[in-house]
Each structure stands twice: as structure tokens, then as C-alpha cells.
């Protein structure tokens, strides 16, 4: 049965959610080590800015809204569950804020574990506060209106990465990595066999390894060395 509502004007179901050990396996993970393991794709552009200093990690609840319009941010807070991360497209607007410190409080009282606005927010200090973890293109005091058009649950470019209802978002001080739901699994060995790896040059480099091979290998190879 279609949903209610229109194409560009509704609410759709979330997925099935994945299982919430899986979810958790990822926290504290650092996005570089995620962008990496996915052969460094998946992040957003560095347009996407932290705003109260917390990292992020949950399942996306994805928002797409009318340039100046917030509608269907404020409908996502209750669609959203406990640990969700809204993840917002504006679709080019930098100057009206779509979510703030309010809104905010609503969030922190639903438990939700944060939000990315490829867009504006606002009231950073009020966010920072409250303990709540925002990433956002600008920040700005101008609001905007509750009229709609506007999605929920439908994919988004966000921070020029295509995020689908469902995914896995991880957001820490270097930015924001976003895991597809299908590859979760994959992507987690992924990053833990590379932790590993980074553990074992660390070990390296405190015996005195400091240099790596490989460096004057390529070097070589390239002619650039002898």
C-alpha cells in the first residue's frame, strides 16, 4: 500500500533496522578509518562542520526539505527513534536555520543521538549546552517556515554523499563518514583490520621504526630515487 501523502510531500516507513550490536560496533570508530575502509568514499565535503563539539553515531532518519522550510525536520523528531541521526537536506539553503536550540530540546527529550544539516542551524551555544551532537554547512539566527513541501525517509545528497533512510552515520571532529546499510557488516571488518594495522606502525614507530619501507619502494619505482 503507497503512503499517504505525494511524491514531495511525504512520510515514508524506515527500513528494517539493522541489529543494534552491529550499530554499536561502530561507536567510537573514527571517520577517517571508515572513509578509509571504503576505499575513501562515503564522506561528506568539509562544508559539514561540527557545532557543539560531540561525536555522532546512529542510524539515519533522512529528511529532505523545502529551501527555507522546516516542516518536516520537526515531524522527523517524532518519527525518528531513540539514538537516530537526522540527516538533512535543504537543497542549497545556507541562510535559514531549519533547526535550533527548541527543536533541540525536543531532540535531547526523545534521546535522538544528533543531527547533519547540509544547510543551516542555529543557537550553537544552546546545542553545545544541552549536550547534543549538530553538524551543519552554516549557522546563522534567521529562521525559516513550517509550511512544507517536504520528505522523510526518501535518499538525499547530503554533504555530497547519497545517505538512504537506515544507513550508519558517523560523525566525530574530522567530519562525517556514512556506511551504506548493505555493506555495515563488510565495512566494519573493513575498519577493524586497518585499526589493527594502524596499532601495529604505532608500535613501529615507539621501537624506533620510524620511517616506513615502502615510502622509498615506491620511490624507486618511480625513478625518483636509486
Given at each position: 500500500?503507497?503512503?499517504?501523502?505525494?511524491?514531495?510531500?511525504?512520510i515514508?516507513?524506515?527500513?528494517?533496522?539493522?541489529?543494534?550490536?552491529?550499530?554499536?560496533a561502530?561507536?567510537?570508530?573514527?571517520?577517517?578509518?571508515?572513509?578509509?575502509?571504503?576505499?575513501?568514499?562515503?564522506?561528506?565535503?568539509?562544508?559539514?562542520?561540527?557545532?557543539?563539539?560531540?561525536?555522532?553515531c546512529?542510524?539515519?532518519?533522512?529528511?529532505?526539505?523545502?529551501?527555507?522550510?522546516?516542516?518536516?525536520?520537526?515531524?522527523?523528531?517524532?518519527?525518528?527513534?531513540?539514538?537516530?541521526?537526522?540527516?538533512?537536506?535543504?537543497?542549497?539553503?545556507?541562510?535559514?536555520?531549519?533547526?535550533?536550540?527548541?527543536?533541540?530540546?525536543?531532540?535531547?527529550?526523545?534521546?535522538?543521538?544528533g543531527?547533519?544539516?547540509?544547510?543551516?542551524?542555529?543557537?550553537?551555544?544552546?546545542?553545545?549546552?544541552?549536550?547534543?551532537?549538530?553538524?551543519?554547512?552554516?549557522?546563522?539566527?534567521?529562521?525559516?517556515?513550517?509550511?512544507?513541501?517536504?520528505?522523510?525517509?526518501?535518499?538525499?545528497?547530503?554533504g555530497?554523499?547519497?545517505?538512504?533512510p537506515?544507513?550508519?552515520?558517523?560523525?566525530?571532529?574530522?567530519?562525517?563518514?556514512?556506511?551504506?546499510?548493505?555493506d555495515?557488516?563488510?565495512?566494519?571488518e573493513?575498519?577493524?583490520?586497518?585499526?589493527?594495522?594502524?596499532?601495529?606502525?604505532?608500535?613501529?614507530?615507539?621501537?624506533?621504526?620510524?620511517?616506513?619501507?615502502?615510502?622509498?619502494?615506491?620511490?624507486?619505482?618511480?625513478?625518483?630515487?636509486?
Open positions: 500500500m503507497p503512503a499517504p501523502g505525494r511524491i514531495g510531500f511525504r515514508l516507513p524506515s527500513p528494517p533496522r539493522l541489529d543494534a550490536s552491529l550499530v554499536d561502530f561507536r567510537g570508530l573514527a571517520s577517517s578509518n571508515v572513509a578509509d575502509a571504503m576505499g575513501r568514499f562515503g564522506f561528506m565535503d568539509p562544508g559539514i562542520q561540527p557545532r557543539s563539539g560531540l561525536s555522532l546512529g542510524l539515519a532518519i533522512t529528511v529532505n526539505a523545502r529551501p527555507g522550510d522546516n516542516l518536516m525536520v520537526h515531524k522527523a523528531l517524532q518519527v525518528a527513534e531513540p539514538g537516530d541521526i537526522l540527516v538533512v537536506s535543504t537543497n542549497g539553503n545556507t541562510t535559514s536555520a531549519v533547526f535550533g536550540e527548541l527543536m533541540c530540546r525536543t531532540a535531547v527529550a526523545r534521546r535522538l543521538g543531527i547533519v544539516v547540509d544547510g543551516a542551524v542555529r543557537d550553537a551555544e544552546g546545542m553545545t549546552a544541552l549536550g547534543f551532537p549538530a553538524f551543519s554547512r552554516t549557522v546563522t539566527p534567521g529562521g525559516g517556515d513550517k509550511d512544507g513541501p517536504g520528505e522523510i525517509n526518501v535518499p538525499v545528497s547530503c555530497s554523499v547519497a545517505v538512504h537506515g544507513d550508519i552515520v558517523i560523525g566525530d571532529r574530522d567530519g562525517i563518514a556514512v556506511v551504506p546499510r548493505a555495515a557488516a563488510e565495512v566494519l573493513l575498519v577493524r583490520a586497518l585499526v589493527k594495522n594502524e596499532e601495529r606502525r604505532v608500535a613501529e614507530i615507539q621501537a624506533g621504526k620510524v620511517f616506513k619501507p615502502d615510502i622509498d619502494e615506491t620511490l624507486r619505482k618511480k625513478g625518483v630515487i636509486e
